[in-house]
């Protein structure tokens, strides 16, 4: 599991199955690197077309 800026911060076992549990601070997203990124370069004018609106 990733937090908002990518930074890993819980990992499961490689080669088995696992059930992760992790705490997320979800107001990180607000002030995400990414966040800002996704804003500037986001297309609303073609969200029509991928929802089928």
Known sequence: ???PEGN???H????EPHLLFADCDLNA???STARRL???DRR???YR???GA
């Open 38 to 40: 996704f804003w500037r």
């Open 12 to 15: 499961a076992p490689q080669g």
């Open 8 to 10: 890993v911060i819980a």
């Open 49 to 51: 077309d991928w929802l």
């Open 29 to 31: 997203c607000a002030t």
């Open 1 to 3: 599991m990733v937090d």
């Open 44 to 46: 609303p004018e073609l």
